[in-house]
C-alpha cells in the first residue's frame, strides 16, 4: 500500500516568508510603510511568552516592526482597552494582536472588539469572521487560514469534498468550518456533544483536528486515503510534543497529512505575517 504523503509546514511557510521578505524589501526601496504589528501579553503564562517571542522573531526576519506591550495577569480590563484605543488610533501602527488566554477577570469578547476591524489580525473581531462567515472574508484567522494554504500548496483539491472539523472553538474549529465552506467543502462541525464522533470521522475526505488531546484519533477512526490535518499541539510528560492524531498510526492509510510538530503550528504564524502586510496595505489605501 502507498505511504501517506506528509504535508511540509515548514517548506511552506518558508516559502510565504520568503515572499514576504522580497516584498517589504520592494516597500522599503518604494519608501513605502513598513508593517508594524503590535503584540498585547496579559500576564505570565510560559505558553504564551513563547508564542510571542517566535513572533517577533518572525516580524524582525521579514523586516517588519514589532513592539509588544507585558501587562501583569491582575491588570485592569479597562487599562488594556485604553491601550488599544490608543493603538487604533496610532497611523504607525498596522496590525494589533492580544495573545490568549487572558486572565479569567477581563472580558475576552470586550478587549477582542475592541481591536481596529483594520488592525485586526487575528481575524477574530465580528466583523471579520462575520465577513467570512458571509463568504468576503477580510483578515481571516491565521491558523484556519494556514490550513487553506497548506492545502492550496499541495494543490488538494476541496470542492465537493465532505470534510469533519473536530473541534469548535472560536480560534480554530468555527473558522475552519467557515473557510471549508467557502472552498466548496460539505462541512461538518463536531465538537464534544457530539454523538458517535466515529460515524463522522469515518466519512470524512478531510479531517481537520482541533481537540487538544494527545493521539485522539487512530488509524481505524478515519477512511482510506482520507487528508488528515493534525492542529493540537500536546505536551507529554517526558516533554515530546505530538498532536492529537496518532500520526504513525495513519502512514498507511491517510493521503496525506500533517506532522506535528511542522505542520499547522509554522503556517499560523506564516498567516500572521501575511495578515499583518495586508492591514498595511489596506491603512495605506484608506490614508492616501
Ligand atoms: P479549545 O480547548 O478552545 O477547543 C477544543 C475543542 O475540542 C472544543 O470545541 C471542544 O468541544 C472540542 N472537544 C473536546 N473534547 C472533545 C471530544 N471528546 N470530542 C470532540 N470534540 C471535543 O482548543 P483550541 O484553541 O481550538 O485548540 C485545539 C488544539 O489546537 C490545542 O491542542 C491547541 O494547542 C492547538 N492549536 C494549535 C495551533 C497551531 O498553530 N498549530 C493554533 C491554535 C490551537
Request: charged share 25%.
Given at each position: 500500500m502507498k505511504k501517506s504523503k506528509i504535508i511540509d509546514g515548514i517548506k511552506i511557510s518558508n516559502e510565504i516568508i520568503d515572499k514576504i521578505k522580497n516584498q517589504v524589501k520592494k516597500r522599503i526601496q518604494k519608501k513605502a510603510k513598513i508593517p508594524y504589528l503590535a503584540v498585547i501579553i496579559i500576564g505570565d503564562n510560559p505558553a504564551s511568552k513563547i508564542y510571542v517571542q517566535k513572533k517577533e522573531n518572525k516580524c524582525k526576519?521579514?523586516?517588519?516592526?514589532?513592539?509588544?506591550?507585558?501587562?501583569?495577569?491582575?491588570?485592569?480590563?479597562?487599562?488594556?482597552?485604553?491601550?488599544?484605543?490608543?493603538?487604533n488610533k496610532d497611523n504607525n501602527i498596522d496590525?494589533?494582536?492580544?495573545?490568549?488566554?487572558?486572565?479569567?477577570?477581563?472580558?475576552?469578547?470586550k478587549i477582542i472588539n475592541s481591536?481596529?476591524?483594520?488592525?485586526?489580525?487575528?481575524?477574530?473581531?465580528?466583523?471579520?469572521t462575520g465577513s467570512l462567515c458571509q463568504g468576503t472574508p477580510k483578515l481571516r484567522p491565521c491558523t484556519p487560514k494556514g490550513?487553506?494554504?497548506?492545502?492550496?500548496?499541495?494543490?488538494?483539491?476541496?470542492?465537493?469534498?465532505?470534510?469533519?472539523?473536530?473541534?469548535?472553538?472560536?480560534?480554530?474549529?468555527?473558522p475552519m468550518g467557515l473557510e471549508l465552506l467557502l472552498a466548496g467543502c460539505t462541512t461538518t462541525i463536531t465538537h464534544r456533544f457530539t454523538k458517535n464522533l466515529k460515524e463522522y470521522t469515518k466519512l470524512?475526505?478531510?479531517?481537520?483536528?482541533?481537540?487538544?488531546?494527545?493521539?485522539f484519533i487512530n488509524s481505524d477512526w478515519i477512511k482510506d486515503k482520507a487528508i488528515i490535518i493534525d492542529v493540537g499541539i500536546n505536551k507529554l510528560k517526558n516533554g515530546k510534543i505530538v498532536g492529537d492524531v496518532n500520526f504513525?498510526?495513519?502512514?498507511?492509510?491517510?493521503?496525506y497529512i500533517t506532522p506535528v510538530p511542522g505542520?499547522?503550528?509554522?503556517?499560523?504564524?506564516?498567516?500572521?505575517?501575511?495578515?499583518?502586510?495586508?492591514?498595511?496595505?489596506?491603512?495605506?489605501?484608506?490614508?492616501?
Amino acid at each position: 500500500m502507498k505511504k501517506s504523503k506528509i504535508i511540509d509546514g515548514i517548506k511552506i511557510s518558508n516559502e510565504i516568508i520568503d515572499k514576504i521578505k522580497n516584498q517589504v524589501k520592494k516597500r522599503i526601496q518604494k519608501k513605502a510603510k513598513i508593517p508594524y504589528l503590535a503584540v498585547i501579553i496579559i500576564g505570565d503564562n510560559p505558553a504564551s511568552k513563547i508564542y510571542v517571542q517566535k513572533k517577533e522573531n518572525k516580524c524582525k526576519e521579514v523586516g517588519f516592526i514589532s513592539k509588544t506591550f507585558y501587562f501583569s495577569k491582575e491588570v485592569r480590563e479597562t487599562k488594556v482597552i485604553n491601550l488599544i484605543k490608543s493603538l487604533n488610533k496610532d497611523n504607525n501602527i498596522d496590525a494589533i494582536l492580544v495573545q490568549l488566554p487572558l486572565p479569567n477577570h477581563i472580558n475576552k469578547n470586550k478587549i477582542i472588539n475592541s481591536i481596529s476591524i483594520y488592525k485586526d489580525v487575528d481575524g477574530f473581531n465580528p466583523y471579520n469572521t462575520g465577513s467570512l462567515c458571509q463568504g468576503t472574508p477580510k483578515l481571516r484567522p491565521c491558523t484556519p487560514k494556514g490550513i487553506m494554504s497548506l492545502l492550496n500548496a499541495y494543490n488538494i483539491k476541496t470542492h465537493g469534498l465532505n470534510a469533519v472539523v473536530i473541534g469548535a472553538s472560536n480560534v480554530v474549529g468555527r473558522p475552519m468550518g467557515l473557510e471549508l465552506l467557502l472552498a466548496g467543502c460539505t462541512t461538518t462541525i463536531t465538537h464534544r456533544f457530539t454523538k458517535n464522533l466515529k460515524e463522522y470521522t469515518k466519512l470524512a475526505d478531510l479531517l481537520i483536528v482541533a481537540v487538544g488531546k494527545a493521539n485522539f484519533i487512530n488509524s481505524d477512526w478515519i477512511k482510506d486515503k482520507a487528508i488528515i490535518i493534525d492542529v493540537g499541539i500536546n505536551k507529554l510528560k517526558n516533554g515530546k510534543i505530538v498532536g492529537d492524531v496518532n500520526f504513525k498510526s495513519m502512514l498507511l492509510k491517510a493521503s496525506y497529512i500533517t506532522p506535528v510538530p511542522g505542520g499547522v503550528g509554522p503556517m499560523t504564524i506564516a498567516s500572521l505575517l501575511e495578515n499583518t502586510l495586508e492591514a498595511c496595505k489596506n491603512l495605506s489605501k484608506i490614508k492616501n
